[in-house]
């Protein structure tokens, strides 16, 4: 669970912010393998690809705003039924919170291509937005994105870019990653 005081606000925001910088700066990691197997115009990425994928800083801090607004409307939506720390301040999950994340960055256009990348079917960069959002929201639970199953990993990616799906819903299903992929699973007797 995770305090809602207006500090621990300051410092979420900031926490997105670093781990999607993070992202910005390695960004090759995700898009180049994809390049270099499948983009029919190799020259697209010409000087290593730093030129065709621009990232709008204004974009990214609307999105951390919007995830700190969430945040504070959950709180004062559930009034009572939210959980209290020992002090009397309110609790939210974890995973709650990795899904505002994942949901209000997925839903900005931070990452932008060169033109040419527009056209292609592949669309590697346009998928950045939501490779970034899924991982800086599991990031913000523990859990490398690139542990969780490959199964679970593209229907998180398909329910982010074709379906609907909102905040709480991705709560859920953070809170369970969280509990799966961070504790070993009790077997049962048969």
């Known amino acids: 669970m995770q305090n809602i005081t207006p500090e621990a606000?300051?410092?979420?925001?900031g926490a997105i912010l670093r781990k999607y910088h993070s992202c910005m700066q390695s960004y090759r990691v995700f898009i180049w393998p994809t390049v270099t197997t499948v983009c029919?115009?190799?020259n697209a990425f010409?000087?290593?690809g730093f030129n065709q994928v621009n990232?709008?800083?204004?974009?990214?801090?609307?999105?951390?705003?919007e995830v700190i607004q969430d945040v504070v409307f959950i709180k004062d939506r559930r009034g009572s039924l939210i959980s209290k720390d020992a002090q009397g301040q309110p609790l939210i999950s974890i995973g709650k919170i990795a899904g505002i994340i994942t949901f209000r960055l997925s839903r900005r256009h931070i990452a932008h291509s060169d033109y040419r990348c527009l056209q292609c079917k592949e669309r590697c960069?346009?998928?950045?937005n939501t490779e970034f959002a899924l991982q800086c929201g599991t990031a913000f639970i523990g859990v490398q994105f690139?542990?969780?199953d490959p199964l679970l990993q593209k229907e998180l990616f398909y329910q982010l870019t074709s379906r609907?799906?909102?905040q709480e819903?991705?709560?859920l299903i953070f809170d369970t990653i969280n509990i799966f992929y961070k504790k070993p699973v009790e077997q049962h007797p048969a």
């Open 9 to 13: 606000l300051g410092a979420l925001k």
């Open 40 to 42: 029919p115009d190799k």
């Open 46 to 48: 010409i000087n290593g």
């Open 55 to 65: 990232f709008d800083i204004k974009n990214l801090n609307l999105a951390a705003g």
């Open 125 to 128: 960069v346009s998928k950045l």
């Open 146 to 148: 690139e542990t969780i």
């Open 164 to 166: 609907h799906v909102n």
């Open 169 to 171: 819903t991705l709560g």
